[in-house]
């Protein structure tokens, strides 16, 4: 059974750069997609991007200027870092992993298991 | 902001069905995106319930169901229980600038 564990600091200066990592356990990381998702009173749930095994990379646009998400396989790890921050940052952040079902030429991704989530509070 | 919306609150006695909709636009659930939905227990990470509109992971159990029609979804919960009481949100993806994953505005059910 697969399980998700994220790990970071958990106060981070504004403009400074938020680092995550999330380790998987009882599965590899060389299949499925690898999720970071996040969730704030005044947003609600967001999605942040995802890594496939191969390295390729996809993220939300409203993001993409300041995330980055990368893989460490021999860890079993996957990683997430947000440039540049701000109080509106300020999330419970959680890893996930990605499956995806195909059908007509179109492939739709569900989040299935999540990690337990971390508080990460932008504050100087 | 969240382009898929949910009523905040519903609620219903034991044993009662309750539904939840969840609307969207001609750019995500109008364009035929498939809808998941998930599950989040009180300090709790989401789990997830339904995926691809009607489909229950192995554990979850058959009174919990999801539709799709149009531009809207829903997942109704049949024979309402306490353990039931959290926070449901859907998922689906949007296809308008540059596509994405969306979540709703959530909806805490709450067990009379």
């Known amino acids: 059974q697969v399980q998700l564990q994220e790990s970071g600091p958990g106060l981070v200066k504004p403009s400074e750069t938020l680092s995550l990592t999330c380790t998987v356990s009882?599965?590899?990381?060389?299949?499925?997609?690898w999720s970071w998702l996040r969730q704030s009173p005044g947003k609600g749930l967001e999605w942040i991007g995802h890594?496939?095994?191969?390295?390729?990379?996809e993220y939300n646009p409203s993001l993409k200027s300041r995330v980055t998400i990368s893989l460490d396989m021999p860890k079993n790890q996957f990683s997430l870092k947000v440039r540049s921050v701000t109080a509106a940052d300020t999330a419970v952040y959680y890893c996930?992993?990605?499956?995806?079902?195909?059908?007509?030429?179109?492939?739709?991704?569900?989040?299935?298991?999540w990690g337990q989530g971390t508080l990460v509070t932008v504050s100087s | 902001q969240s382009v898929l919306t949910q009523p905040p609150s519903v609620s219903g006695a034991p044993g009662q069905r309750v539904t939840i909709s969840c609307t969207g636009s001609?750019?995500?659930?109008?364009?035929?995106?498939?809808v998941h939905w998930y599950q989040q227990l009180p300090g709790t990470a989401p789990k997830l319930l339904i995926y691809?509109?009607?489909n229950r992971p192995s554990g979850v159990p058959d009174r919990f169901s999801g539709s799709k029609s149009g531009s809207s979804a829903s997942l109704a919960i049949i024979g309402l229980q306490a353990e039931d009481e959290a926070d449901y949100y859907c998922?689906?993806?949007?296809?308008?600038?540059?596509?994405?994953?969306?979540f709703g505005t959530g909806t805490k059910v709450t067990v009379l």
């Open positions: 996930a992993r990605g499956r995806m079902s195909c059908s007509g030429g179109s492939c739709y991704e569900r989040f299935d298991p």
């Open positions: 009882g599965g590899s990381i060389r299949t499925y997609y």
């Open positions: 890594v496939y095994s191969s390295g390729s990379t």
């Open positions: 001609r750019s995500n659930i109008g364009a035929g995106h498939d």
């Open positions: 691809d509109n009607n």
């Open positions: 998922q689906s993806y949007d296809s308008s600038l540059s596509g994405s994953n969306v």
